[in-house]
Structures are given as structure tokens and as C-alpha cells.
């Protein structure tokens, strides 16, 4: 395409995606066809008619790395208005022009990102593109989309010459055809009718193709990037021209199928919901949600949740055991010395964690997870173990006591859940007991690491003080008072996002979900 290397050179700064340069490809070939860019959004308005457009791609063209909107207007005498969606569908991007205000048919396409764009697409000119040059991208977008639009975009008295002429031919060829109207494709009715479909109702029909296709779209795929809270209705341009989507719940009181309930969609761990649409050549494609865990995974994290529940379960029997029989009084203050050697195991055992969450064998974030285990490793090795006054605190106690039942709950609840086999009373505990663990268990940390500030700060334990050859300070007892604090932050976030799931595993949705 000739021209567009010193275009591309001009927009590089503003690059931030390959979807990005392949906007911009179109935005390049519609140019080069006559049209101007109006800005972004959806709707032509009056200012948009008035300030006659720009070649160049407008402000912000490339805010929303999930849906992009461009506005077109035709310079030449068919004054045409044109608007340029492109949808991000799992791995695959799908543009589409849509005439605005006018009768003819839109237009898709679909392609996957890697397709033509490769990664090192803010590099050098020769490197951007996969064939090393531009033009195999705009070949593709030419012959699917843009002549597309060209052949639909005809003036009037020739689509009717056209119109006329297709009737003849039909009628010419047999007298049982389907003569066409304007924009509907002839099909001959001695062919059997596509079955489409059918994949709904019949569970061994072809999976690929037209044939056998279902009919349910995902309007919210899982991927990386910005998400759409299905809660908050389906947001304008999120679901491509051409693709289905079926509500299956009853109609609202106003009568209008409007934000889908978030129970008809599938639930988290499954993975049989998958993205189907057509574009203009006829072809689909299918992206799955989320890859199913091997039986060696489940195995694997069946066996590290039975271990940590005993474990806990473990610790736990000790620590009541040791309230009962010597607890009274300040006996307590040695309930540390007859639990340390579990709580310590188990504790820095949850380590793994990390590395389950790193390797995908579960769906959380590897940092978050090191943040969740490191207040408590901070306790245990930080003050537990290195000052020993800091057991006698009253603190002790309770915190052992929430760690140990919180856990055990979770672990039994984790346990089963692998399996889709979680009981009732197991969800109620893991749901319910944190209102009255989490801030007994925050309480008993707080009161625990107080305990040991008068200590450290005498012993000026793991301090560094000036002068030194690195002209540096370090005071353990302020960084442990900087701990303290972030529990102001932090401790409200986890304790709200717990009441939040437990609303969403107990909660009234929960039960009519049961009913249905």
C-alpha cells in the first residue's frame, strides 16, 4: 500500500496494541477511498456535519483497546456515512463497517491478532508486519470488507438494472428459484435448508460450520484487558453485527429484554460456553472460556488441601486441648511454645501457593496471594519467633484460634469444591464464620506485634543506625509499626469482598438459582 509507511511512522508514538495497527490499516484504506474521519463514537451529530472531517485518526481513537468506533464521511457524490466497529472476541478481532442511515447490508470480518501483526509492531517499519510489509493485511481487509462495501454502495437506477438482471438469469436457469430482493442472496430450494441450530437441541451434530452451529453468544468472553460487568446491562457496540444473543430469563416490567441476568451465564469453573459468529465469508470461529484442569491438577490440589485441613485441624486440637487442661490463668502465655512447630509448618507451607497461582493451577493472582500469606509470615517469623515476650501477649490466643478454624474451614470447602461436590454446610462455613475469625484473628495480630515494639526498640533488633559506610537507617519496630497501619487499608478490602461472596454464594440469587 503505497503511502502508508510514512503514515505509520507519523501514528507509531500513538501505537499501543497490534488491533491498534490494524485500525489504523483501515482508517488508511478508507482515506485512500475518498472517505473522512468524523471522530469517535456511534452517532453523527450536527458538529460532525459541520467541521467536514479529517484525514488524520482523531483524539483518543485508541482509548478503549476493547471496542473502537470510528465515524466516516464520503466525499464523493454518494455522501455516504460510514461507521468502523472492531470487537475484540477472545483471540480473534472483528471489524465491521456499518453504512449509517442507509439500507445497505454491514459488513464483517474476523481475524486473530497474531495473524498478521507481530509483536514487535512499535519497531522498525520492515519488522511490523508478519510478511514483512503491509500489503497481505490490506489484500485480506480489501477483498472481505472494503469491496464489500463498494459493490453494495451503487446508485440507484443500477441496482435496479442489477436486480433486473439477476431475476432474469434466475428465472433463465430454473423456474423454481427464489427471486431475491434487494440484499437477500438467491438459495435454491431443492437443497436441503442448513440446519442452524441444530448443535442446541442435538448433542452429536457437527461442530463446525454453518451446519449444526448453536445459537448462544457469549457477550462477555473471558480474556485479558477491561471487562464488562454484566451486572451494569450490555454496553453499546460490545457484541458484533451479525451475532446472536438469546435472553433466556422472563421479560422485565417494562417488557423489554434488557440486562441479562448473570445466572444465565455459565458458571466460573465450567468451560463448555464458547464465543460462535459469523463474519461476511461465511466462516465461524469458537474460543473456549477457560481451559479445564487436568485430573492430575485435581489430584494434586485434592491432596495439598487435605494436608493443610489436617494440619490445621491439627494445630487447632492442640491449642484447645492446652486451654482446657493448663489455660488457666496467664497459662496461656506457653500456648505458643505447645502449638509453634505446627503453626510454623503449615503457615510457611502456604508458600505454595504462590507457585499454584503462578503456574495457573488455580485462578488467582500471584501477588495478591503472596500479600494474603505475608502478614502472617510476618508474625510467625517476624515477631512470634525472634522475640519470645511478644507470646505472652493476649494476642496469642486468639489469633491461633481464628487462623486455625478459618482454615480448616477453607481447606475442607476447597477440597470438595475441586470437585463440584462442596456440601451446603461446608459453603455456610467458609461464608459465614470470617464476620467473627477475620477480625478476631486482625485483633489478635495487632495486639501481638504492639507486644513486641517496647522489645525490639530496646534491643534495636534487625536495626541499622547511622553512621555507617552506607550512610543508610533501618528501624525494625517502625517498619513494624508501618505494618500495623496498612491493616487500615487492607483489612476493610478482604472483609467487604468476603461479605460480598458469601451475598453471592448464600444469598437469596443463590436459592432461586437452586430452583431453576
Known amino acids: 500500500m503505497k503511502g502508508f509507511e510514512i503514515f505509520f511512522e507519523s501514528i507509531k508514538s500513538q501505537l499501543g496494541s497490534k488491533l491498534d495497527v490494524i485500525t489504523s490499516v483501515i482508517h488508511f484504506m478508507l482515506v485512500n477511498d475518498d472517505f473522512v474521519c468524523l471522530g469517535v463514537g456511534e452517532e453523527i451529530t450536527e458538529s460532525d456535519k459541520n467541521n467536514g472531517g479529517s484525514e488524520l485518526l482523531p483524539t483518543n481513537w485508541n482509548q478503549n483497546q476493547s471496542v473502537y468506533s470510528l465515524k466516516y464521511h464520503s466525499v464523493k457524490p454518494d455522501k455516504l456515512n460510514l461507521l468502523l466497529k472492531g470487537v475484540v472476541a477472545g483471540d480473534r478481532f472483528i471489524i465491521s463497517l456499518l453504512p449509517i442511515n442507509s439500507s445497505n447490508n454491514v459488513h464483517s470480518v474476523g481475524l486473530k491478532r497474531d495473524q498478521y501483526v507481530t509483536d514487535n509492531f512499535k519497531g522498525n517499519y520492515s519488522e511490523v508486519f508478519v510478511n514483512g510489509n503491509v500489503d497481505s493485511l490490506g489484500d485480506f481487509l480489501s477483498k472481505n470488507l ?4 463498494r459493490e453494495s454502495v451503487v446508485p440507484s437506477s443500477k441496482e435496479g438494472q442489477g436486480q433486473e438482471e439477476n431475476k432474469s438469469n434466475l428465472l433463465e436457469t430454473s423456474p423454481f428459484s427464489y427471486i431475491p430482493h434487494s440484499g437477500v442472496p438467491s438459495y435454491d430450494p431443492f437443497q436441503p435448508f442448513p440446519d442452524i441450530g441444530r448443535r442446541d437441541l442435538d448433542p452429536f451434530a457437527p461442530g463446525s460450520g454453518i451446519g449444526g452451529g448453536g445459537m448462544f453468544f457469549q457477550p462477555f468472553p473471558r480474556q485479558p484487558g477491561p471487562q464488562y ?9 460490545s457484541i458484533p453485527p451479525g451475532a446472536r444473543f438469546d435472553p433466556t430469563g422472563p421479560l422485565r416490567p417494562n417488557g423489554r429484554f434488557r440486562n441479562p ?4 451465564f455459565p458458571p466460573p469453573d465450567q468451560s463448555t460456553s464458547c464465543v460462535r459468529m459469523s463474519s461476511s465469508s461465511g466462516t465461524s470461529s469458537s474460543t473456549k472460556v477457560k481451559k479445564p484442569q487436568s485430573l492430575g491438577a485435581k489430584l494434586y490440589l ?10 490445621w485441624g491439627y494445630g487447632l486440637v492442640l491449642a484447645i486441648q492446652f ?7 496467664n497459662n496461656f502465655r506457653l500456648l505458643w511454645e505447645h502449638c509453634s512447630t505446627v503453626l510454623t509448618i503449615f503457615q510457611t507451607l502456604q ?24 502478614s502472617r509470615l510476618v508474625l510467625v517469623w517476624g515477631v512470634l519467633i525472634p522475640v519470645p515476650e511478644s507470646r505472652h501477649s493476649i494476642g496469642v490466643p486468639m489469633l491461633i484460634i481464628a487462623w486455625c478454624i478459618a482454615e480448616c474451614t477453607r481447606y475442607f470447602y476447597y477440597g470438595f469444591h475441586l470437585h463440584n461436590a462442596a ?3 461446608a459453603t455456610w462455613l467458609r461464608y459465614t464464620l470470617f464476620i467473627v475469625l477475620y477480625p478476631l484473628g486482625v485483633s489478635g495480630e495487632l495486639f501481638t506485634t504492639y507486644s513486641s515494639l517496647k522489645t525490639i526498640s530496646a534491643k534495636k533488633m534487625w536495626s541499622i543506625e547511622l553512621p555507617n559506610a ?13 505494618f500495623m497501619l496498612s491493616y487500615i487499608h487492607f483489612f476493610p478490602q478482604l472483609y467487604f469482598f468476603m461479605l460480598a461472596q458469601r451475598k453471592k454464594f448464600l444469598g437469596p440469587n443463590k436459592s432461586e438459582k437452586k430452583s431453576h
Open 261 to 264: 441476568n448473570p445466572d444465565h
Open 323 to 329: 486451654l482446657i487442661t493448663s489455660g488457666k490463668g
Open 470 to 482: 552506607f550512610n543508610i537507617s533501618f528501624y525494625y519496630d517502625y517498619i513494624l509499626i508501618a
Open 302 to 311: 485434592t491432596g495439598y488441601n487435605a494436608v493443610q485441613f489436617f494440619g
Open 229 to 237: 460487568d454484566p451486572n451494569f446491562g450490555i454496553r453499546p457496540g
Open 423 to 425: 456440601p451446603y454446610f
Open 146 to 149: 472494503l469491496n464489500k462495501l
Open 351 to 374: 508458600l505454595i501457593e504462590v507457585g499454584h497461582a503462578a503456574v495457573r493451577l488455580v485462578p488467582s493472582s500471584p501477588i495478591q496471594t503472596f500479600i494474603q500469606i505475608l
